[in-house]
């Protein structure tokens, strides 16, 4: 996946494989009460890691690659922000709960994170 990205700048290659990462991240931790929720929590458990392994083959690359630019404060940042732009139509399309205003609210308070963790 890395080569693929390779002659994308670090920024851009970092925040690709976040938000992959994110997708598996987003299911691991939260799709089991959609359709396990009648199972024994460590059969959830289980399949999440499962699950969150993938997050982690594309989590740790990118931030191997962020960092040779970016602070551990920006990938955070980064990552957060991420976060949010996966984890609001995960909740509306995925586990069909409605959006919310406060959302809106969310994204804008994590936007100004990104704004003074990148403004220097």
Known sequence: MTSVLTGLPVLWQTVILLALSNVFMTFAWYSHLKHLNEKP????????WGIALFEYLLQVPANRIGNSELSLAQLKI??????????VPFVVFYMDQPL???????????LGAVYFVFRS
């Open 100 to 110: 919310k205003l406060d959302y809106l609210w969310a994204a804008l308070c994590i």
């Open 78 to 87: 980064l990552q957060e922000a991420i976060t949010l732009v996966v984890f």
């Open 41 to 48: 929590w460590w059969i959830a458990a289980l399949l999440s």
